[in-house]
Structure formats: structure tokens, C-alpha cells
């Protein structure tokens, strides 16, 4: 957590009188660029996209199997004669949104988690950082079997498993977050002032952990999706009728030995978005690390 | 370094008893009853009475575990539901199949990943080290389906270089088992490779960013060597840590890659065996894919220690 030393520094650390209480906006790089039009894109699609589906993602509309793109359809159709665009907008829905809330779980259980073992140290802290050390020593994808294997696939098995494996990850890198910001003075005046535990978290730890913690979903986040449509793609995430991106794949995988591109879209699909946010995520970081020596660059 | 070893073997074993709680509880927290649930709604009572009397099921949950983990220890991992054979011998050519995959993966990826890290902080912010950077962001992005459906599309439907399907009977010559194993250990090793290099690059700039890098540059020690004697040795133990990880990532990363090369390993049984309910051997096989990550943990550590002096003086 050296790198955040630096970042908790900074903020002190203005140039002028005025930009001392504002926090220094880095510009947008080109690449950081690329990755919210391609956030943006995807939210858009998630909104409105089912909208603009000329089909229901269940209608089989055409006799052709596994259709070039164009022959039936926008894109073609599935291995069930159903029309790939309109599932592919329908997909974006779970997809990502699924993902989202699972991260959104795992961020609120392990945020909670972290900031209190961080603050109230102790025997809480002890207690936290064991169950966290043996959460963390279990691969997340055998956990979300085993899971699922006792309790079944639904929506809400799914979305829970994954946000739980990340909270343990998530409880862990913000406590060292809120380590690195509990030895400031202003935590110590807060402390002194007689500000409850709740109110020291809120009001001192939370807003200062903002930025490095975003960095942190940005990459949860892509997990969320990979995970989530992993398990889909194996067959025991999401199920039938609803579409989803991963499902989508294992769907089309016979299609492939017939030259069909039906599983290869889903697939890309994903690995964009995830691109994407790893963009920002990349962008993020860099701005939070420490200088290296210029005269290692030359 | 007697004391920290015995330590660190006391927190392993402590890790995988824990690790088995969770393997068997989260197997039972089905509400209801397991029998019903691998017989489905329609079965008669006399059947899921009987399975419920095969599986010990009228027992209590904290005998059912001991009687488990007791077998588990010995080597007995009982007897699969679907099919009644036992787990042992299911799992024999399965568990090579796999470690022959994990294995020649691990083989490849670690020395490139090393390679490429040391090579790109050569040149910090260069055009080489972002091209690897770049790539290797997008690389650790794709998920294992794209990179699979990818190369099975271009090296096993257009060109017939590879085959897209593994079966076990493939194994019969050193290089065609090879020649089998490239599509999947191209794609395993695409899903863990990027983030390794990017480890390394970050751990290895990290050492850069010390005073003592900043020292010998002062004192005109050339880079070359700075990279190599200065900073490596001290970036050693990240290093080898994030390794680990991504070795251990290699137990999700299988299940994934078994799955689009139907490839006869464990990660395949272990999805088929969700599918079909058949928690014996669920049990079974997520014990042996824990056992097997606890224990690159704990390599790993000790490893770790020996890297580091202050830690292997500490007597």
C-alpha cells in the first residue's frame, strides 16, 4: 500500500493558497478516453438498448441455423434460429447489470468490513482479518461451485456468491486503505473530539478513501463480468430463458465447427467492456503512483 | 527459520481444515434434504430413503463431517451418486490429465511473463514497455472463452493445425500430446500471463523507486546492472507471490479451459459433477483443487523467505 501514501499527501500538499482545498483534476488521457466511450456505450445499451431489439431474445424467427450475419437478421441467428442482435441487447441487461450488484454486494459487506477492523483494531480487527485471511484462501470460482452445487443457480445464489467472494478481498485492501488514512491528525482530532466510530468513518476515512477504492471497483467490476459470465458459460450461472453474454457463448460453441462467428460475438462483447473499464482502472492508478527517478527513463 | 517454517505449516493445516468446513457446509446448506435434491421432485419416497440411507444422511451433520474428513485423510473419498464407481479411481487419470495442462502452462508462462517484465522496465515508459503494458491490459481482460473460441475458429476450423476437441486417447506420442495441448495451453496461459508481467514491471519499478537505486545511479552503476543486481533480488519476493496467485488462478482458470476443449481433467469433472448434483464428488474434487492452492501458498512463502535475508538470518 505504498502507493497510497503518496495519494493521501497529495491532497495537503496544493501548490497555490486556492488549490489547496481542491482536489487536483488530472486530465483525461487518450486511452482513458476510449475506456468511458466504451463504459458509456455499454451503460446505454443496458438503458435503452432492448428498445431498439426488432425481436424478443426467445423468438425463433428464422428455419436457418446459425445464420452469417446478414443472410437473417442484423447479425444473424443462434443455434436455434433465434436473432443474435436482439439477444445480444437483451444479454447487455445481465450481464452487466447482474455484475454490477454483485460487485455493489461485495463492496458494501467488505468496505464495512475493512474500515471497522482498520478503526476499532482490537480483538474486532483480529476476528475480521482471520475470516478474511481463510476467505481468501479459497479459490472464488471452486467457492461459487460448491455454492451452487448446495443451493442452485438462481439470480440471487449468483449475484450473492460473487459479491461475497469479493467482499473478502474488497474487506482487505480497505483496511489498508483506512490504515494508511487512520494515522493522519486529522483522524486523531476527530478522535480526540470525541466523534463516535461511525461518525470517524464516515466523515473522516470515507471521503478520503474514495479515490483509491474506485480503482478498486473498476477491477472488481471486470471481475464481476468474467466471473459471472464464466459461470454462465459453463452452464451453471445464469439460466434460460434470460439471455446473457456468457451463456451466449457455451450456446454457440457447436456453431463453430460450421464456421459460424455466433459464439465469438458474446465472447467479444465481453472482453470489450472489460477492456474498457480496464482502461479507466489503468488510467486511475497512474495517477496515484509514486514518481520514478527521471533518470531511469533515459 | 525452524520456528517460522512450523508456523507457516501450522497456518496451512489450519487453512485447509478451515477450507474443508467450507468444502462440506457449503455442500449441505441446500434447505430441505440432498437426497430430494439429486432425485428431483419426482422421485418416489422408497428411492430418496434409500439414497438418504446410502449417503448416511439420517446421521448428524458434525458426525457426517468426521466420518468424511476421516476417509478424506486416509485416501477414501467414497463413492460417486450418478454413477457408483468410486471417486478414486474417477479421479486417477483425470488428476494427471490436469496437472499435465496446469503443469506445461506453468512451464511456459512464468519464465515469458519474468522475461517480458524485466524487459519492459528497461526502458520505463518506452515504446516497448507500453506496447507490452497496452497488450497485456487488454490480454488480462479477455475472458478464457474469447481467447478459446479464437484460436479454436483460426488454428482448428479454418486451418487444421490443432485439434479443437482434446480426448485422452489424443495422449498417445510426447508430440501429439503436445500438439493436443497447444490450443488450451495457449489460452491458459494468455488468462494468466498479462497480469504476472505486470506484476513484475510494478514490483521491479517499485525497487527502482527506492534511494538506493538512486544511489548507484549516483554513483554510476550502469543500468543494466542496476536492473539485474540491485533491484531483481529485492524485487524477488512480490514476485514470486504474484506467481503463486496466478498459479493459483490456474484452478479457476482449468475449469474454464476444460470446459470449451472438453478436455478430460478435473476442472471438467468438477462442473460436470455440479451439474448433476453428485456432491460426493464435488466434495472430493474441490478438496483436491484446495489442497493443491493451499499448498502453492505455502511454497510460495517459503520461498518467499529464503529470497529474503533478514528473514533466512532470523535463526
Not at chain 1, 476510449?34 to 428464422?62: C, E, K, M, R, Y
Not at chain 1, 458459460?233 to 451466449?248: E, H, K, N, S, V
Not at chain 1, 488510467?283 to 527521471?294: N, V
Not at chain 2, 485416501?75 to 471417486?87: E, P, T
Request: proline share 4%; net charge positive; charged share 15%.
Amino acid at each position: 500500500m505504498k502507493s497510497q501514501s503518496g495519494q493521501v499527501a497529495n491532497y495537503s500538499r496544493g501548490k497555490g493558497n486556492k488549490a489547496r482545498f481542491r482536489r487536483a483534476r488530472p486530465t483525461l488521457n487518450l486511452t482513458a478516453k476510449i475506456g468511458i466511450a466504451i463504459l458509456a456505450a455499454n451503460l446505454l445499451t443496458v438503458a435503452i438498448g432492448p428498445l431498439f431489439a426488432p425481436h424478443s431474445p426467445n423468438d425463433i424467427i428464422s428455419d436457418l441455423v446459425f445464420a452469417q450475419p446478414g443472410e437473417v437478421g442484423l447479425l444473424g441467428t443462434d443455434g436455434l434460429g433465434r436473432d443474435l442482435f436482439s439477444r445480444m441487447l437483451y444479454g447487455a441487461r445481465t450481464t452487466i447489470g447482474l455484475s454490477f450488484i454483485a460487485t455493489v454486494i461485495g463492496f458494501v459487506i467488505g468496505m464495512a468490513l475493512g474500515f471497522t477492523a482498520a478503526e476499532a483494531g482490537g480483538w474486532l480487527d483480529d476476528t475480521i482479518s482471520r475470516v478474511v485471511d481463510i476467505m481468501i484462501s479459497f479459490p472464488p470460482m471452486l467457492l461459487a461451485l460448491i455454492v451452487i452445487a448446495g443451493l442452485g443457480s438462481s439470480m440471487v445464489v449468483l449475484v450473492c456468491t460473487v459479491g461475497i467472494t469479493h467482499a473478502s478481498r474488497v474487506a482487505r485492501v480497505s483496511r489498508a486503505i483506512a490504515m494508511e488514512i487512520a494515522i493522519n491528525e486529522f483522524v486523531e482530532v476527530a478522535r480526540a473530539r470525541g466523534e463516535s466510530l461511525l461518525s470517524i468513518l464516515r466523515r473522516e476515512i470515507w471521503p478520503n478513501s474514495i479515490r483509491p477504492l474506485t480503482a478498486e471497483f473498476g477491477l472488481r467490476y471486470t471481475y464481476s463480468i468474467l466471473f459471472l459470465s464464466g459461470l454462465s458459460f459453463l452452464g451453471l450461472g445464469i439460466q434460460p430463458p434470460a439471455a446473457d453474454w456468457g451463456m451466449m457463448v457455451k450456446e454457440n460453441l457447436a456453431g463453430m465447427y460450421y464456421g459460424a462467428w455466433a459464439a465469438l460475438l458474446p465472447a467479444a462483447a465481453i472482453s470489450v467492456i472489460t477492456v474498457g473499464i480496464n482502461l479507466i482502472v489503468d488510467w486511475l492508478g497512474a495517477q496515484t503512483g509514486k514518481q520514478i527517478s527521471p533518470e531511469m527513463l533515459k | 527459520m525452524a520456528l517460522f517454517l512450523t508456523k507457516r505449516l501450522a497456518l496451512g493445516i489450519l487453512t485447509l481444515w478451515a477450507v474443508s468446513v467450507l468444502v462440506f457446509t457449503g455442500t449441505e446448506l441446500l434447505p430441505g434434504d440432498v437426497a430430494t435434491a439429486i432425485l428431483g421432485q419426482g422421485a418416489t419416497p422408497e428411492t430418496v430413503a434409500a439414497l438418504r440411507d446410502q449417503m448416511g444422511l439420517d446421521r448428524p451433520a458434525l458426525e457426517r463431517y468426521f466420518a468424511w474428513i476421516g476417509n478424506m485423510i486416509q485416501g477414501d473419498m467414497g463413492q460417486s451418486v450418478a454413477s457408483g464407481r468410486s471417486i478414486g479411481s474417477i479421479m486417477q487419470d483425470r488428476v494427471y490429465n490436469t496437472f499435465l495442462l496446469a503443469g506445461v502452462t506453468a512451464l511456459v508462462s512464468v519464465p515469458l511473463a519474468l522475461l517480458l517484465g524485466i524487459v519492459s522496465v528497461i526502458y520505463p515508459e518506452g515504446v516497448l514497455d507500453r506496447s507490452i503494458s497496452m497488450s497485456s491490459l487488454v490480454l488480462i481482460s479477455l475472458p478464457e472463452y474469447f481467447t478459446g473460441v479464437a484460436l479454436i475458429l483460426g488454428f482448428a476450423v479454418t486451418w487444421h493445425l490443432f485439434p479443437a476437441v482434446v480426448y485422452s486417447s489424443q495422449f498417445t506420442s510426447f508430440w501429439q500430446t503436445m500438439r493436443s495441448l497447444t490450443l488450451p495451453v495457449i489460452t491458459l496461459t494468455v488468462a494468466i500471463l498479462a497480469h504476472m508481467v505486470r506484476m513484475t514491471r510494478a514490483a521491479i519499478l517499485d525497487v527502482l523507486r527506492s534511494a538506493y537505486v538512486e544511489m548507484a545511479l549516483l554513483k554510476g552503476v550502469p543500468k543494466g546492472r542496476i536492473i539485474l543486481r540491485h533491484a531483481l533480488p529485492n524485487a524477488l519476493s512480490p514476485v514470486i507471490n504474484v506467481v503463486a496467485i496466478n498459479l493459483g488462478y490456474l484452478v479457476s482458470g482449468v475449469v474454464l479451459v476444460e470446459a470449451i476443449f472438453s478436455y478430460p481433467g478435473l476442472g471438467r469433472l468438477l462442473t460436470d459433477s455440479v451439474a448433476n448434483r453428485d456432491i460426493p464428488l464435488v466434495q472430493a474434487v474441490a478438496m483436491v483443487f484446495c489442497v493443491v492452492y493451499v499448498l502453492l501458498n505455502l511454497i510460495a512463502d517459503i520461498l518467499v523467505m529464503m529470497t529474503n535475508p533478514r528473514l533466512r538470518a532470523k535463526k
